[in-house]
């Protein structure tokens, strides 16, 4: 399994940007695929996944109705479109793949089984 993000950088605050997450070694038939976060000093944060089995999205309550993640399974490539960006976004963004869609577990952050190198994303005010 190999994950490479691309696509972060830096945005004024209520700016755009596309991650992309190119898949391979596996299908989104197999694993679900998430987008996962983690600013300096703080704890990874569980962003977005798509569920392998029913396509089923979950979000972050601190991104619902900002970011929108999807999949094409003819590239073997996942999105995640970031809008109305704020600056407590800044992070690295993880792509991960996971034979479960989840964000967390217990109050804890889930832990997927396959990462990414991450892209950094910087939100000016």
């Known amino acids: 399994v190999q994950l490479v993000e691309s696509g972060g950088g830096l945005v004024q605050a209520g700016g755009s940007l596309r991650l992309s997450c190119a898949a391979s070694?596996?299908?989104?038939?197999?694993?679900?695929i998430g987008w996962f976060r983690q600013a300096p000093g703080k704890e990874r944060e569980g962003v977005s996944c798509i569920s392998s089995a029913d396509g089923t999205i979950r979000y972050a309550d601190s991104v619902k109705g900002r970011f929108t993640m999807s999949r094409d399974a003819a590239k073997n490539t996942a999105y995640l479109q970031m809008s109305r960006l704020k600056p407590e976004d800044t992070a690295v963004y993880y792509c991960?793949?996971?034979?479960?869609?989840?964000?967390?577990?217990?109050?804890?952050?889930?832990?997927?089984?396959?990462w990414g190198q991450g892209t950094q994303v910087t939100v000016s005010s």
């Open positions: 991960a793949a996971d034979p479960l869609c989840r964000l967390q577990v217990d109050g804890n952050v889930y832990e997927f089984d396959y």
């Open positions: 070694g596996f299908s989104f038939d197999d694993l679900a």
